[in-house]
């Protein structure tokens, strides 16, 4: 069996789904890999490196895609290159299959077995490939990173003979991966932290990082049973925006994660809350490329209101593209291992099994 990866485009995407490490781990599995030249060579990977783990460096991409079995990427490839897919190939990414229906149910038709990783199941043996938790892992970290190198004070509190620096105030808005990272990023840096989700359960995760849950009077739990956030009754929406209005007036920095699979994200910092922030806070949304958290977001810009500064990237792990690849192709691996019969030397696509059943796109 013949696994590959071509490059990504640069300019959007800088991570890479085959690592040198696991470009080892493929070969040791009984697979054949290939990659497109330099593939890795911007994140100081050279083809020599791949060459001496015994991974074959190949220049034309046509000839890489046509004749590989297994295609592992990030994003879907673009249309030229897609048209080179063949019958039975296996295509395994993070294809955002909410937005890219067509493009997949086209691939479909055409019997090629496309793996949508965003759509794993929430189940233990699942974790060890859960694409979605391990980037939001980093970006709730990088977030936190970026916006207190915006913020113009120090985060801890310092205590010298000229007088006493107070703790940065920082509110986290959505408990998930990232949120809880972003929480326990800030609390090692010195601040003090807050956090608000509609799910009620992640208070024993906020509090257990040293967060402060701020709970809406009357909630109830609004937890999918994959784990997810529910959408919210317009009663929780006001009860909500209520003692977010109160809370921003005293926050520094406001870090956004709120985000509900296949679905715009949802508004929750307006207008008027903004306006009446002080001046020098950060707000960094991570939910910007679905529409943001706040009134102003536009993706890969800072806006500027009032001084308060609105961040927002359309991918943030571009600024961690080592770490995210080392950690994105670990998780790919996992899901290849599981696809891949040892004994026959095939894939087996069993659609007993759970993890398979979910996200393959039929």
Request: with cysteine.
């Given at each position: 069996m013949k696994i590959c990866s071509t490059s990504e485009n640069k300019q959007s995407e800088k991570r890479i789904s085959i690592t040198p490490e696991i470009a080892k781990k493929y070969?040791?599995?009984?697979?054949?890999?290939?990659?497109?030249?330099?593939?890795?060579?911007?994140?100081?990977?050279?083809?020599?490196l791949y060459k001496s783990l015994g991974v074959n460096i190949i220049k034309d991409e046509k000839e890489?895609?046509?004749?590989?079995?297994?295609?592992?990427?990030?994003?879907?490839?673009?249309d030229d290159k897609t048209s080179l897919i063949k019958e039975n190939q296996i295509l395994i990414g993070l294809f955002?299959?909410?937005?890219?229906?067509?493009?997949?149910?086209?691939?479909?038709?055409?019997?090629i077995n496309i793996f949508s990783l965003e759509l794993l199941p929430r189940i233990t043996r699942a974790q060890s490939m859960d694409?979605?938790?391990?980037?939001?892992?980093?970006?709730?970290?990088?977030?936190?990173?970026?916006?207190?190198?915006?913020?113009?004070?120090?985060?801890?509190?310092?205590?010298?003979?000229a007088g006493t620096i107070p703790p940065a105030k920082v509110l986290v808005v959505g408990a998930g991966v990232a949120g809880l990272q972003a929480i326990a990023t800030a609390k090692r840096m010195g601040a003090i932290v807050f956090a608000t989700d509609v799910r009620t359960v992640s208070k024993e995760q906020v509090e257990s990082l040293g967060g402060k849950f701020l709970t809406v009077e009357g909630s109830e739990n609004l937890e999918t049973e994959s784990g997810y956030a529910k959408e919210t009754s317009e009663e929780f929406k006001k009860k909500q925006e209520e003692l977010l209005g109160e809370t921003l007036k005293k926050i520094d920095i406001v870090i956004?994660?709120?985000?509900?699979?296949?679905?715009?994200?949802?508004?929750?910092?307006?207008?008027?809350?903004?306006?009446n922030m002080q001046s020098g806070s950060i707000i960094y949304d991570l939910a910007a490329v679905q529409g943001g958290n706040t009134a102003y977001t536009e993706v890969d810009k800072i806006i500027d209101k009032n001084g308060i500064k609105i961040i927002s990237e359309a991918n943030i792990l571009n600024k961690l593209p080592?770490?995210?690849?080392?950690?994105?192709?670990?998780?790919?691996?996992?899901?290849?291992?599981?696809?891949?019969?040892?004994?026959?030397?095939?894939?087996?696509?069993n659609l007993e099994d759970e993890i398979i059943a979910k996200t393959i796109n039929r």
């Amino acid at each position: 069996m013949k696994i590959c990866s071509t490059s990504e485009n640069k300019q959007s995407e800088k991570r890479i789904s085959i690592t040198p490490e696991i470009a080892k781990k493929y070969i040791n599995l009984g697979l054949e890999v290939s990659l497109l030249e330099n593939y890795g060579l911007h994140l100081g990977y050279d083809n020599n490196l791949y060459k001496s783990l015994g991974v074959n460096i190949i220049k034309d991409e046509k000839e890489l895609i046509k004749k590989s079995d297994i295609i592992v990427q990030l994003a879907l490839l673009s249309d030229d290159k897609t048209s080179l897919i063949k019958e039975n190939q296996i295509l395994i990414g993070l294809f955002d299959p909410y937005n890219n229906k067509d493009k997949i149910k086209n691939l479909s038709k055409k019997n090629i077995n496309i793996f949508s990783l965003e759509l794993l199941p929430r189940i233990t043996r699942a974790q060890s490939m859960d694409v979605l938790s391990s980037q939001a892992n980093l970006a709730g970290y990088k977030a936190v990173i970026d916006s207190f190198s915006n913020f113009k004070k120090a985060i801890p509190m310092m205590m010298t003979a000229a007088g006493t620096i107070p703790p940065a105030k920082v509110l986290v808005v959505g408990a998930g991966v990232a949120g809880l990272q972003a929480i326990a990023t800030a609390k090692r840096m010195g601040a003090i932290v807050f956090a608000t989700d509609v799910r009620t359960v992640s208070k024993e995760q906020v509090e257990s990082l040293g967060g402060k849950f701020l709970t809406v009077e009357g909630s109830e739990n609004l937890e999918t049973e994959s784990g997810y956030a529910k959408e919210t009754s317009e009663e929780f929406k006001k009860k909500q925006e209520e003692l977010l209005g109160e809370t921003l007036k005293k926050i520094d920095i406001v870090i956004c994660t709120a985000l509900i699979p296949g679905k715009k994200a949802p508004l929750i910092i307006k207008e008027y809350m903004i306006n009446n922030m002080q001046s020098g806070s950060i707000i960094y949304d991570l939910a910007a490329v679905q529409g943001g958290n706040t009134a102003y977001t536009e993706v890969d810009k800072i806006i500027d209101k009032n001084g308060i500064k609105i961040i927002s990237e359309a991918n943030i792990l571009n600024k961690l593209p080592v770490s995210a690849s080392s950690l994105y192709s670990k998780n790919v691996f996992n899901f290849v291992s599981n696809l891949y019969d040892k004994e026959n030397k095939k894939i087996n696509i069993n659609l007993e099994d759970e993890i398979i059943a979910k996200t393959i796109n039929r």
